[in-house]
Each structure stands twice: as C-alpha cells, then as structure tokens.
C-alpha cells in the first residue's frame, strides 16, 4: 500500500468510485480509494439505480445529463460493457394544475441546458405506459432519457478505468483516523497502515459521520429506511417487445421500473422511519433493515389502483435499506467547511442516478478550484451551525414523504421550524408575519391583512401580490421598517486590513473611516465569487457584510488568504447582531427622533456608516439602500434589539411608520437592478459578463483573479447580463426559465418579479451578447409557454439614485397591478 499519495478518497460506492475516476480524467493519476469492506457494500449495491435527467436547477440538469453520456459510454465499451437500460423514457405523473405548471417550468429550465422534456396529458400517459390507470390524472412530464443501470457493473467500471489511468484502490481497509498537519496536508490512518496526503474526501455514504468525527466535524446528513419490492412476472409486460417507462407519482408516493419481465416499486409512505440515529452496527454491511410491508400497507393500496395488473401478480422479493438525505435533499458536494484540502461528496439520496456528475463537478473542484457550473446548490456550505442532528432528521423525514413534490416559489415546508429566531420573532408574529427561511433564520416576508389570509403558492402572482404592492407604496411614499436577520457580518481588523482587502476585492475599496463601499470578490479564474460591503467603522475596525447563506462561504474563502504574519484578523459576528431597515422618504425623520446626532444628508450622506445609540440600544448605522429609496441599515446587538425596535416604532408613530418584509424588498430591488448573490451573482461568469464593469479597477497593481480576469476580458463576452420587460400579467418568470429568440434558447433567467413602483413584469438574467442591446427583443418562457419581452435600461426606478441619497420624493406614487396595468393609486 502507498504511504504518500496526491487525494484520498474514503469510500468506495458510487460516490468514491466516481470522483476517483473522475480525478484521473482531470489528469491527476496519483490517487487512491480505500474502502473498510468491499466496493458497493453500502448503500450502492440495493439501490433501486434510476437514471433521470430532471433536476430541480440547472446545475442538477447539467450532472445528470453528464451521468447519462458516462454511463452511455461505459455501456458501450466492448472490452468491460455494462447493464444500462437508456432511453426506456420516465413519466411523472400530476393530478392538478398547479403541478403541470411546474412541469412546464421545468421543462423550459432544461431546454436552457439542452435537455428536452414533453408535458403530456393523461391519454398519452397511459399510451405510453399501458399499465397505468387515467383516475386521479391530469398529465405528467415525459423525460425522453430516463432509464436505469446495474450498480455493482457501474463502479467496477468506473474503478477500471481510473485504475487504468494510475489510481489505486484498497479494499477491506478501513480508516481508523485522521490527523491533519500545519501545511494542511493530512495523514489518513489505516488498519493497514498510514497514508500521507494533500487532499482527503469523505465518500462514505451512511457512516458519513463516523469519518467527519474523526476530522472532528458533523455533516448535516441522516438515513431513512426505504422499501421497495420486485415482482413475478407480468402477463401484460411478457407479451411486450419494449420496456415500459419508469413512473414517479407524487400523487401516491411511489414509483416503479421494469426489471426482466416484472416490476421493480418504491414506496415513500408517510409513517416513513429514519435509521441509524444511535449509531451502525460495524458489521452492517452489505445487509438490510428487517422487511415491514406494513409500513407501506397504504401506499400500496393506492399503486393497486393506479396499476391494477399489481393485484394479479406476486411478490418476489422485498428490499429495505437506507439511504441518506441531507437538510434540503440535495447532496453536500464540495469543500468541507471550516477545512483545508478536506471535501466530500455525501448525502447522495438517488447516487446511482446523479453519482457520475457529482463525481465530475467535485474532481473539478478539487484540481481547479471550481467546476464548469456554479455548485452552490450542491455546496456543504449552504448549511451552517444550525444544521444539527435533530434538525437534520426532521427535514429528511418531510423530504422522504415528499419525494417527488417540488418546492413552488416562497415555500418554506415546516419541519425543524423555526431553528433560528431572534427577540423580534415572536413580536413580529403578534404582528401578523409571515415568514420564510433564509439560512435557518425566520425572516419577515410580508404582514398579513388578516390572522385568515392565506397565500397558495403557484408559479403565478399570488394572493400576497396586493400585499406587497401596499407595503411597497407605504416605503415609497412614506417610511417603513424591517428586520433582515441572518446577514453575514464578519468584523476585519489589523494594521494590514486595509491594504489585505483592496487585494481581494476587484475594484476601489473605501479608506476613509466612516465610509462604506461595495464590491467584489473574483475567483482564480477571473469570474464572480462573492459580493460584500465594506463598512470602515474606524481606522482600526472594517465590517464585511453579505448574503445570510453565505456565511461559512465567505469566512474560508477570506480565511484562505489571510496573510501568514497574523497581521490581519477576522471575527465572525453573523450571529450576535441584527439589522433593522428603516426605508422610505420619511426614514430621515424616523432616525432624528430615535437616536441623538446629526442625520442630515451633510452630516451622514449617503454610503456613510457610524456608531450610535437608538434610544437606549448600541447600534452601527449605514446609509445604504437595497430598496432604492432614502434607508438605514441599524445593525443592532441581539440583547437590545427589542429595545432598538420599540424606539424606532415609537418615533415612527408620527409618521405612519408600516412593517414591510422580504416581498416587497425583491420587487424594489428588481426594480433597481440589484443583483443577488448566487441568482445573479454565479462563479461561472465574470464582473464584465454580469454587468458589474463599474465595480473592476483593473489599474490596481494586484487582486485575487486579475490575471484571469484580463486574459477572460481579451477573448471576448460569452454572456451579458440583462434586464427584461415582459409583456404579460397573469405570472412572473421564474430563475432558470428559458430566454429565446425565433425559438432557439439564448439566456436564462435569474431573478424575477413584479416591480410595483414601475408597474412592470422584470426579469433578469444572461443572455447572449448580441441580444443584450436595450431595445432588442426577446422572448422569455413563463410557465413553459412564450412571453414577447423586450430588454431595458438594468435601472427602472430612479437611475439618478436621488431618491437613496434623500432628495424629495415629489409627484404621484403609481402602483400598478397584474391584471391590466392600470394605475391603481397616483396620488399620496
């Protein structure tokens, strides 16, 4: 066995076998794979191993079809060929309206990555697979691609080529230890010996936890029990020259594909049953949990009567086993956060199917630094310190009875909520909020009209559409107040701050102490990695503030390049302090009276930031806006937020200070052009590419990514960013939507929404150079179906900013609605 080697990969299912191969093909031979039993004798040999090409994002799209072309070619290889049934085609199965529109989004999602689903009503379900019953049926989605392969033949194969190519794999080793070293290297110890290593990935499936013990981290990932049972043969599929499709039915909690002449059905049955909780058994392998068919007992019933010829034909076999899931369902791919040279690839709940592109983008990651997608969505990182035990049972609980019922916009499903509340929570509910969750936290996300108002989450505008369009009219006519919790404060200190800083930003970073600037952080490849402020409280201390979810993102992204000399330090505040935004025309007035000072435009224009005290509360005021209008970002300590929200509401009494949430801040911030980090904001293209030209100063002598950035800027733009008007009122378009034009794809959005200050139906997104010309016409797919849109100025309300830097806010307020444009309101 070797004793010193480039990347250690413990795990030798799908997971472990597919990065290791897919190591070798980013041309690093020099790897290994230890496995404690033999390959596949986890999860990975009882999988019920379907291959599809739906995925909830792009990214996820862009993996799976990856998986398909690998698998494709695995299966043709005439020397080692494998079991993959490609193409037999898959069918989801809807039974409302609402479900066929999300369909039809994410039908157009896929064009956008080549991929081309078919949405068919019920008759055609049932042609293409004569099984099934119409009841109960409105349609499906038809993935053309669907199939399913051999696991155990899949590894193996994988594994003999990256052999091939110089890895090695060691089985019935299993790793006792990890020990990690000053120059980040890491010792990897054996039952057979140590490994000494630059990089090590944890691929272990369900003891994913035993070895992120022993690097003294937990993962966010917990095991659900999970049945599925092989049939006799079926007369009707005997007398059948082709396979019949795989289905998944959302409607009644399973799914089913050929396997020889019979069925192979999965059941995610409500009364579901985690695994593992307590700790594996060492000598679980390549085992199963005890059969409990009366777990499914329900489901099963209602499969009978989608596909009667099931109550004809026996039971061969039944399998149940774990799989795992992680807080969101979707796998933890990447960096390990809070490690150096440490990444994993867990939570892999359908692994077979997506394992080759996950594979993929990870080796990407570990030799470049970043994979041709934006991984955020598959990113460790997204989860931070609330992401425990108990939580992560409870959300792998709702996912399992969800299995194949997608998230509509703005829902937020309640398991483990609320796991991050601050002093206000409970307040702002006796309010009447609403919330929705943004890194664990609860934030405000609208005030309801009344204690009864409900809102149905749908791909079109929503009940709530009044109730922004009034919060948006009371900031812009008046003043308003809401609290953004969560918000990623990191307090940056040392004599060499500043001087560290201007290297890791692209463009001009603010001096002068009581100024704040924005700007943004580029990777080595010259394209988009982060967005921040930079508030200079005083010569001595500099704030960086970003986007809630990116707050374990950013502190090992900053953490990486701190100079060695210790002369820089960071301190991470995200969750000891909170912002109240106080916004509109009469903020001004609101602040005078809350706390002492002078808040006059001259004393604290616009981009400013200083210490002070709202009423008895210590507080750090910015003047900056994220709404467009005059506002205040007052970031207060936890302990005296309450106290910092009554001043403030008291000295609001005078003039008709309003509650607003998250809502109405999107619209307004569309409405300005904002960008949001990793909608808008996404590592696969560069500050020139998103529209952030303003934001680079490529005289600078050095920053992270410059070299990159010029060589990117020399060959030309790839994308534009853009902004839209759509033509239409029924719905907005959603992230991921197709941009075309004479039919051909050619952009995808990224952010949209009504913008009610303007009266119009936005989006934004990327869009080939040729069309980003204001004025050129386009059309964007809302709800699968095309909508004429026409590409405007990326700032629709007040380009001058005279309102943000407190001009007066004279002349009518038009607030315009969805259903015919007309002005609703236009006077105060």
Known sequence: ?????????????????????????????????????????????????????????????????????????????????????????????????????????????????????????????????????????????????????????????????????????????????LTQHKDDSWTVHTAHGDIRCQIVVNACGYRVNEVGAMMGVHHPVASMEHQYFLTEPIAELEARETRVPLLRCPIDDFYSRQEKKGLLVGFYEQGCKTWGMDGIDPDFVNALCPNDVDRVMPVLENVFKRMPALEKVGIHTIVNGPITYSIDGAPLVGPIPGKRNAFCIIGLRAGLGEGGGHGWLLAQQIVHGEACYDTWVIDPRRFTGHANVELTALKAIEDYQNEFRFHFPHEHRPAGRPIKTTPLTPILAAEGAEFGVVNGWERLAYIKP?????????????????????????????????????????????????????????????????????????????????????????????????????????????????????????????????????????????????????????AFPWLSVRRAFVGIAPAVVMSVSYSGELAYEIHVPNAQLYAAYLALRKAGEAHGLRLFGSYAVESMRLEKGYRHWKADLVTEFTPFESGLARFVDLSKPAFVGKAALERMQAAGARRAFATMVLECTHAPAHPGDSITHEGRVIGTVTSAGWGHRVGKNIAMGFVEPDFAAVGSRVQVEVIGEPVAAQVVPGCLYDAENSQLRGANNAGSVPIAGPTDGRTLETTR
């Open 450 to 602: 009344s204690p009864e108002f409900h809102e149905t989450h749908s791909f079109r505008f929503t009940e709530a559409f009044d109730v922004v369009a009034s919060e948006v009219k009371a900031v812009q006519a008046g003043v308003g107040l809401t609290e953004v919790n969560g918000f990623n404060r990191i307090e940056v200190t040392g004599d060499g701050a500043r001087d560290w800083l201007d290297t890791m930003f692209c463009g001009r970073i603010p001096r002068k102490a009581g100024k704040v600037g924005l700007g943004y952080l580029l990777n080595h490849h010259g394209n988009v990695k982060g967005e921040a402020t930079l508030a200079n409280l005083d010569e001595g201390t500099i704030w960086y503030g970003s986007a809630a979810a990116s707050e374990f993102h950013d502190m090992d992204w900053l953490s990486a390049h701190l100079p060695r000399d210790g002369s820089v330090k960071l301190r991470s505040l995200t969750n000891d302090w909170t912002i109240l935004v106080l916004a509109g025309p009469k903020s001004r007035d609101v602040l005078s009276v809350a706390a002492r000072g002078d808040w006059s435009a001259e």
């Open 1 to 177: 066995m070797k004793s010193q080697t480039r990347v250690v990969v413990i795990g030798g299912g799908i997971a472990g076998c597919s990065t290791l191969y897919h190591l070798t093909q980013e041309g690093w031979g020099d790897v290994v794979l230890v496995e404690r039993n033999e390959l596949t004798s986890g999860t990975t040999w009882h999988s019920a191993a379907q291959v599809t090409n739906f995925g909830m994002n792009q990214t996820m799209v862009g993996l799976k079809s990856h998986s398909i072309r690998l698998y494709k070619e695995l299966a043709a290889d005439s020397e080692y060929p494998i079991n993959y049934h490609h193409g037999d085609g898959g069918i989801r199965l809807a039974n409302t309206e609402r479900v066929m529109e999300g369909y039809r989004h994410f039908a157009s999602q896929a064009k956008g990555m080549g991929v081309d689903f078919e949405i068919i009503d019920a008759a055609e379900c049932a042609r293409r697979h004569p099984l099934i019953t119409t009841d109960n049926l409105l349609g499906g989605l038809w993935d053309p691609l669907d199939g399913d392969i051999d696991p155990a033949q899949l590894c193996q194969a994988l594994v003999r080529r990256a052999r091939k190519a110089g890895a090695e794999v060691y089985r019935n080793t299993p790793v006792t230890g």
